[in-house]
Every structure is written in C-alpha cells, then in structure tokens.
C-alpha cells in the first residue's frame, strides 16, 4: 500500500515501518508530500460524507506517526535561512491539525518556526512580536465563531505598535482572501503549500 493510502485508511501500526522504507531511496521532503496527500484524500472522504471524525482523527494520527520520523529528517535538507515565523491557532480554538502540517512545511522550507500551539491568546502573540521579533506571524482557526480572535490579535498588535514590525498570514478552514482583507491580515493560504510560497513572496524572496 502506498504511504498516501496508508494514512488516508489509518493504518496507524504500519506507517512507522513503511516510512523508514521508504526513506531509503525517497527524498524526505516526497515524503512528507505523500503523507499529506493522505490526509488530503481522508479530508476529501470526510467532506462527501464517506469518513466520520473517527476516521479523519485515525487518518490524522497516521499522519502524526509518519511525520514522527521524517521531522528529524527534514533538517538535512534544510537550505539557506529563509526568516523566522510564529504561529499558533487563536484563543477558543484547539484545532491543530492543519495548523501542525503549516509548521512542518516552513521548518521543511528553512524557516525558524515557532509554534504556540493551540488556544493561544492575543496577549500571547503580542509579547512574541515584542521579544522575539519574528517576521511572519501566523494564526490558525478552524471555527467561525473563533476566526473573529483574528482581529483581535492584529489590532491588539495595533494598540501595541508592533504591527509595522510583522507581516500577518491567516488561515483555516472558513477563512478566505476577502476575510483576511477585511481584517487588515496581509495575506492568507488555502493550504500548508501555498503557505510557503505566499510568505516568501511576503518577504520578497
Ligand atoms: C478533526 C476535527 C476536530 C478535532 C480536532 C483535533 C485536532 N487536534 O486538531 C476535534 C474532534 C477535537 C474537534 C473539535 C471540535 N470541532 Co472540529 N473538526 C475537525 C474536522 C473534522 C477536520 C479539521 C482538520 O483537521 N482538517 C484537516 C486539515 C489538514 O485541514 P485544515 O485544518 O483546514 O488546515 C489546512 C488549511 O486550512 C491551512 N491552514 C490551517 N491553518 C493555517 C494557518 C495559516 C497561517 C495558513 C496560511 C494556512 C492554514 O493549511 C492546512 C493544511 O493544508 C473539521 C471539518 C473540516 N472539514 O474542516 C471539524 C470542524 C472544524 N469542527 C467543528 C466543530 C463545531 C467542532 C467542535 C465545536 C465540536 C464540539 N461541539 O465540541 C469542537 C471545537 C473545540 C474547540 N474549542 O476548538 C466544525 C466547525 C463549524 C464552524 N462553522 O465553526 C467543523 C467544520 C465540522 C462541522 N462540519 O461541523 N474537531
């Protein structure tokens, strides 16, 4: 069975043995690619209504179990320093699935990544930008009752005057480009792909 297949049916006991196997002649950053296309695939089975949470939640820790492996490995193909970025998913929000796989393609594409974690409050992300000046800031949300801790987070940045100082990435499932617009965020990413690239272009790289 293939890695993709693997997590997209949650063959959680198997994919430790199959990843190492494969990373005898596969690239790790394919890989990764792989597994996240499973989770893609359960995503989809989930939306037509063919998966339930159960499933999605066996597919997501097949997923965690592969990327267990491969982080580690990520290092070694880790080209030049491209910027340093927080991210976490905002406050009255645990979802990190998405936001976990986000942060695995920036320390893949050689960003400092930081992650908060989950139900992160804005004060948080505030003392973060003043300390540790990071370039990027990245928040999650899954939910659209949380989406709206977005906005507090950017003019909580605003009331602080930090937010000239870092460049605002949203993301999540109910967010779109016109809500990141109608925020104030300077851009948003559909996927942990996209991600990548938009905040390079977001850095001018
Ligand atoms: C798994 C799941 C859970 C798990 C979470 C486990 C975990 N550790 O994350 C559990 C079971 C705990 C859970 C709980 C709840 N959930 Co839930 N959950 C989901 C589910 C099925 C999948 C989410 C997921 O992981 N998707 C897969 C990942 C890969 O996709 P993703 O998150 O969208 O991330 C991608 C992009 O969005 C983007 N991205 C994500 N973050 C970021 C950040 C940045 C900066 C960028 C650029 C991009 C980006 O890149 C990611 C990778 O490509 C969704 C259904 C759905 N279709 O989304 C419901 C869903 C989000 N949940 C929902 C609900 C209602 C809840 C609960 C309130 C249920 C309850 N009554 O208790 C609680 C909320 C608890 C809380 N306070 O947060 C609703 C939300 C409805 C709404 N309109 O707000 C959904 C849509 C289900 C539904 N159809 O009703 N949930």
């Known amino acids: 069975m293939s ?3 693997l997590v997209e049916e949650g063959e959680v006991y198997s994919i430790e043995d199959a990843v190492i196997k494969a990373l005898k002649n596969i690239e790790p950053i394919k890989i990764t690619e792989e597994l996240i296309d499973g989770l893609r695939m359960a995503g989809d089975k989930f939306k037509s209504g063919e998966y339930f949470v159960v499933d999605m939640m066996q597919a997501a820790e097949t997923f965690k179990e592969g990327m267990k492996i491969i982080k580690p490995k990520l290092g070694d193909v880790k080209k030049d320093y491209k910027g340093k970025i927080v991210l976490g998913t905002v406050q009255g929000d645990i979802h990190d699935i998405g936001k976990n796989l986000v942060v695995t393609m920036f320390e893949g594409a050689g960003f400092e990544v930081v992650d908060l974690g989950i139900d992160v409050n804005k004060d948080k992300f505030v003392e973060f930008v003043k300390n540790d000046k990071p370039d990027i800031v990245g928040l999650s949300a899954l939910l659209t009752t949380t989406m709206l801790e977005m906005e507090g987070v950017i003019e909580a940045l605003k009331a602080n005057n930090l937010r000239g100082q870092v460049k605002i990435m949203v993301g ?10 109608s925020i104030g965020a300077d851009s948003y990413a559909p996927n942990a792909t ?7 272009k977001l850095l001018g790289k």
Request: net charge positive; aromatic share 4%.
């Open 3 to 5: 890695l993709s297949k």
């Open 194 to 200: 996209e991600a990548v690239n938009v905040a390079l």
């Open 172 to 181: 999540g499932a109910p967010v779109s480009e016109r809500f990141a617009k």
